[in-house]
């Protein structure tokens, strides 16, 4: 394949894929949100699929829109986010973390960020969930 060839290829490919071309909108990044999932369902091993991911991450690093949102996201600490995101995974209530944190009102001034987890709260959420310590440290 030529050089020219390439370009070619490259320049069809920004025509049909949303998200490629240098100037993506919210359509864009609907459709790609589409794409992605379609890919990595059926065509996993698909270089779109890296491809794709890097422009979605960019867009919402840097689209206006998710501005707020980034920013409440990059305020909370680093364990709280891990500890959110287990709880989601697992489908985990505030009740659910006794043995790890103590009593649910604990847990939720610490979801709230009141309070913060201790180094005792750490060791144990990582044993839990077999995770380094350093997981949950800010």
């Known amino acids: ?22 100037h993506p909108g ?18 996993p091993d698909s270089p779109l699929v890296e491809m794709l991911s890097a422009k979605i991450d960019k867009y919402e690093r840097t689209a206006p829109e998710f501005a707020e949102f980034n920013a409440r ?19 985990l209530t505030q009740s659910d973390f006794e043995n790890e944190i103590g009593k649910k009102s604990l847990v939720s001034r610490i979801l709230k960020g009141d309070r913060t987890l201790t180094l005792r709260h750490m060791q144990a959420l990582a044993k839990r969930f077999d995770l380094p310590v350093s997981a949950f440290i800010e």
């Open 1 to 22: 394949m030529s050089y020219a060839e390439a370009i070619e290829a490259a320049n069809s490919l920004v025509k049909i894929v949303p998200m490629l071309g240098s």
């Open 26 to 43: 919210r359509n864009d990044y609907e459709n790609a949100l589409l794409l992605i999932e379609y890919l990595v369902e059926y065509e």
């Open 73 to 91: 996201t990059a305020a909370i600490p680093a364990g709280v986010a891990l500890l959110r995101t287990l709880m989601d995974q697992y489908q």
